[in-house]
């Protein structure tokens, strides 16, 4: 059987990810040949600080769909990236690394050899530099993808913000119709098409028990009509509900997906619940990305304590999808 290639950005270099990426290979045997986009020399220093010893086998990208790949050794498109950015405090100095990295998996992407691709954390007060919300944010532009949703996805529960790393104070006036019908739109169809069922999705209110002393209430004016308009189209959608309530074991057992209206109202308690044991999957690329579900972590760098979960679940996703 023919296994496509899982791409594998490391994203920013001063982050825990070729920590929890050499804890993966030691974690279990995977069937997709993984190919690490990252700086040779940045790669060499972190393998001697976290004392972790494997082969490496450097690839030409052009050379890509000839090879016979697994892992074995560590295949890795090497970005010739030579500055000094090993172990040091984030800041805007990662940039062009960073950029090179998803440019290098961009082209490979666009040619067809795979469409599976993981990206490790980044920081986005430094990288993203206010330009993009996010990484989802910054592909969509990269790919010219219009619709698109943050799936916070484990299997028995996954998560979807209609807004996403936006400040509170804009996140009222953000909340419409079309996004979130556009949002539930694309979670239903990638169960659906990649899980092979379809999807019982529950919608939080944004005001505090779907209630609000000011005269429009987001709930009743905007949240209730785009939840008939879905479920006229036969897509399995209820709500608005009480966030405080929601997630109780009782309620959240009736569902597969819970779309909340800004990002911490539902990657708190879902993170709560499972730890590390989710991924962010990005719904309407052209691709399929995953990031684990974690940021670069700068406070454990070098220790090696971090848990490696999360990747483990997104290269797991990517071998089944």
């Given at each position: 059987?023919?296994?496509?290639?899982?791409?594998?950005?490391?994203?920013?270099?001063?982050?825990?990810?070729?920590e929890?990426?050499?804890?993966?290979?030691?974690?279990?045997?995977?069937k997709?040949?993984?190919?690490?986009?990252?700086?040779?020399?940045?790669?060499k220093?972190?393998?001697?600080?976290?004392?972790?010893?494997?082969d490496i086998?450097?690839?030409?990208?052009?050379?890509?769909?000839?090879?016979?790949?697994?892992?074995?050794?560590?295949?890795?498109?090497?970005?010739k990236?030579?500055?000094?950015?090993?172990?040091?405090?984030?800041?805007?100095?990662?940039?062009?690394?960073?950029?090179?990295?998803?440019?290098?998996?961009?082209?490979?992407?666009?040619?067809?050899?795979?469409?599976?691709?993981?990206?490790?954390p980044?920081?986005?007060?430094?990288?993203?530099?206010?330009?993009?919300?996010?990484?989802t944010?910054?592909?969509?532009?990269k790919?010219?993808t219009?619709?698109?949703?943050?799936?916070?996805?484990?299997?028995?529960?996954s998560?979807?913000?209609?807004?996403?790393?936006?400040p509170?104070?804009?996140?009222?006036?953000?909340?419409?119709?079309?996004s979130?019908?556009?949002?539930?739109?694309?979670?239903?169809?990638?169960?659906?098409?990649?899980?092979?069922?379809k999807?019982?999705?529950?919608?939080?209110?944004?005001?505090?028990?779907?209630?609000?002393?000011?005269r429009?209430?987001?709930?009743?004016?905007?949240?209730?009509?785009?939840?008939?308009?879905?479920?006229?189209?036969?897509?399995?959608?209820?709500?608005p509900?009480?966030?405080d309530?929601?997630?109780?074991?009782?309620?959240?057992?009736?569902?597969?997906?819970?779309?909340?209206?800004?990002?911490?109202?539902?990657?708190?308690?879902?993170?709560?619940?499972?730890?590390?044991?989710?991924?962010?999957?990005?719904l309407?690329?052209?691709?399929?990305?995953?990031?684990?579900?974690?940021?670069?972590?700068?406070?454990?760098?070098?220790?090696?304590?971090?848990?490696?979960?999360?990747?483990?679940?997104?290269?797991?996703f990517?071998?089944?999808?």
């Amino acid at each position: 059987m023919n296994y496509k290639p899982i791409l594998i950005v490391h994203g920013e270099p001063n982050s825990i990810f070729l920590e929890i990426f050499f804890k993966s290979l030691k974690y279990k045997k995977f069937k997709n040949p993984l190919v690490l986009v990252c700086s040779y020399k940045i790669l060499k220093f972190q393998m001697k600080k976290l004392k972790f010893k494997m082969d490496i086998k450097i690839i030409n990208p052009s050379l890509l769909e000839e090879i016979k790949l697994n892992n074995k050794t560590i295949n890795i498109i090497d970005t010739k990236y030579n500055k000094n950015i090993n172990f040091q405090k984030i800041s805007n100095k990662s940039n062009d690394y960073i950029r090179d990295c998803f440019k290098i998996s961009l082209k490979i992407l666009n040619s067809g050899i795979t469409n599976k691709i993981i990206n490790g954390p980044i920081s986005k007060s430094s990288f993203l530099n206010k330009k993009f919300l996010g990484i989802t944010e910054y592909l969509a532009k990269k790919t010219n993808t219009g619709r698109n949703a943050m799936l916070i996805y484990n299997q028995k529960l996954s998560v979807c913000p209609i807004t996403t790393h936006l400040p509170l104070k804009f996140i009222a006036k953000n909340i419409n119709k079309k996004s979130i019908i556009e949002k539930i739109t694309l979670i239903d169809s990638f169960y659906k098409k990649n899980l092979r069922f379809k999807p019982k999705i529950a919608v939080l209110g944004l005001n505090p028990h779907c209630e609000t002393v000011d005269r429009f209430n987001e709930d009743e004016k905007i949240l209730k009509p785009a939840i008939e308009y879905l479920s006229s189209k036969k897509i399995y959608v209820r709500g608005p509900y009480s966030a405080d309530t929601a997630f109780l074991k009782n309620n959240r057992k009736n569902f597969d997906v819970i779309v909340g209206m800004y990002h911490d109202q539902v990657l708190t308690p879902i993170k709560t619940i499972f730890e590390y044991d989710a991924i962010n999957i990005t719904l309407g690329l052209p691709f399929m990305r995953i990031s684990p579900d974690h940021g670069p972590n700068q406070k454990m760098l070098g220790q090696n304590k971090s848990n490696p979960l999360s990747l483990v679940r997104a290269i797991e996703f990517l071998e089944k999808n």
